[in-house]
């Protein structure tokens, strides 16, 4: 977790009219999101008891309506969550908690995330990603993908620079339709490389990140 997250945002709770608004319950919701990808992992809810020890421990915690008890996810199982940002909505009553899962997901059935195969635009570069990683684990016949990772970095470079050059030629002739091919082209390229230099999205979301931040 980011230095001081947990206490920016209690400290920022002290000031008129952004305190959390707890109900007679004495629970709010908690959306939990995948730092990196945006993929939405699961909904639990918080009470104070566990919102402090969020705060003290940098890692999520809920209150279970079902046990009446704190509930700090991965304790038993191993799938901790990590919180890396946390955000008050804005009639706040609910939180949004944005975690590096650790383990093989949030889900208790053993998915990653507890709304199953949920589908997105941008959940698209990890499923392209993933597919990459099954060519590699399980190659198939004819498949183009096995081609170029048989061939090495040497060939997967070479179409890199095939494909930036037809990216920019179909940059300068201004057709919008052939510029996304393109750029899909160099995309999927691109993803084999990093598979097949141990890169991840994930180093690559993060290193984004922390240009955005500003990093010196």
């Not at 002290?14 to 995948?34: E, F, L, N």
């Not at 949004?96 to 995330?113: D, R, S």
């Not at 060939?155 to 037809?166: L, Q, R, Y």
Request: proline share 2%.
């Amino acid at each position: 977790m980011s230095p001081g997250i947990c206490d920016k945002l209690k400290n920022s709770m002290t000031k008129t009219g952004t305190r959390i608004k707890w109900p007679d319950s004495g629970i709010i919701p908690a959306v939990v999101q995948d730092y990196f990808s945006g993929r939405v992992l699961m909904m639990a809810y918080v009470n104070r008891e566990s919102f402090e020890f969020m705060c003290e421990k940098g890692e999520t915690c809920f209150w279970s309506r079902s046990r009446g008890e704190l509930w700090h996810k991965g304790a038993t199982s191993g799938d901790f969550q990590k919180i890396r940002h946390v955000a008050l909505n804005c009639e706040y009553n609910s939180l949004l908690i944005q975690v590096e899962q650790m383990g093989k997901g949030a889900c208790h059935t053993g998915t990653y995330t507890c709304y199953g195969d949920e589908t997105g635009v941008f959940n698209v570069f990890e499923q392209c990603a993933e597919a990459i990683k099954d060519r590699a684990e399980t190659p198939r016949e004819k498949s183009y993908t096995n081609y170029l990772l048989d061939a090495g970095v040497d060939k997967i470079c070479k179409k890199i620079g095939e494909e930036s050059a037809e990216v920019i030629i179909a940059a300068k002739n201004g057709d919008s339709e052939n510029i996304v091919a393109e750029i899909a082209d160099l995309t999927y390229h691109m993803l084999v490389l990093m598979y097949e230099r141990g890169v991840s999205l994930r180093d690559l979301a993060e290193e984004l990140a922390l240009r955005r931040a500003g990093r010196p």
